[in-house]
């Protein structure tokens, strides 16, 4: 285990700002690097730099805090392919883990214990073109897909997928989110109201706490 090492952007301890665990203490484990440049990305900062961290560190650093939960984000974790050991690690160590992915890379190989947080890139993103829908027969009851909604083109967008992919039957939860500072909260969650669509509206807890800084 002690020659496995990822690069780590912050290993931090805060309430969970999105997901259905929002408001919960949580360990966050940023990974650094992504392949995908989405325009209204808040963690450019864990595109490159970090430290390169053995899977022992990491794990005695997240023990540290005596977590109930533990987030994997990035960045895009599944990036760096030692991701999945590690979340298996986390597992195994009795956390419930939750994994915060674009959706673009494989998931066919994260442990089935992992809470997978999914996004689909909306046309508002740019990289709609990155999603890999192969990825939908691999999400569990357990999972959730996330939207983040920039304009009504990708509300429209996002209901249509919904139902397209039948994703109220096959995840626990989806949700939709304004993209910060493109689309009024109050707009998403009128558009919401007037479809009576079975998602759930979440706003950034963290931005609104402590206005997006890195570490909370």
């Not at 969970?16 to 203490?25: A, D, F, M, R, Y």
């Not at 160590?93 to 890379?105: C, F, I, R």
Request: proline share 6%; hydrophobic share 35%.
């Amino acid at each position: 285990m002690t020659d496995t090492t990822l690069k780590i952007t912050e290993i931090f301890y805060s309430l969970q700002g999105e997901s259905s665990t929002v408001g919960l203490p949580t360990v966050f484990v940023r990974l650094t690097g992504c392949p995908l440049r989405c325009g209204y990305c808040d963690s450019e900062y864990a595109f490159y730099g970090g430290e390169r961290m053995t899977l022992e560190s990491i794990l005695e650093k997240v023990a540290s805090y005596r977590p109930r939960y533990v987030c994997v984000t990035g960045g895009e974790p599944l990036a760096q392919r030692d991701c999945i050991q590690l979340l298996t690690k986390l597992c195994d160590a009795g956390y419930q883990v939750s994994l915060e992915t674009s959706g673009a890379l494989p998931l066919d190989d994260v442990d089935p214990r992992v809470i997978k947080v999914m996004d689909l890139k909306t046309p508002g993103s740019g990289e709609v073109n990155r999603n890999r829908w192969e990825n939908l027969p691999q999400l569990q009851v357990q999972d959730q897909v996330k939207f983040v909604i920039c304009s009504r083109e990708d509300y429209e967008w996002a209901r249509f997928k919904v139902d397209e992919h039948r994703l109220r039957e096959r995840v626990g939860e989806v949700l939709f989110s304004p993209s910060f500072g493109q689309i009024e909260p109050v707009q998403l969650a009128e558009w919401i109201l007037a479809d009576n669509l079975p998602v759930r509206f979440q706003l950034q807890l963290h931005k609104l706490l402590w206005n997006d800084t890195p570490g909370h």
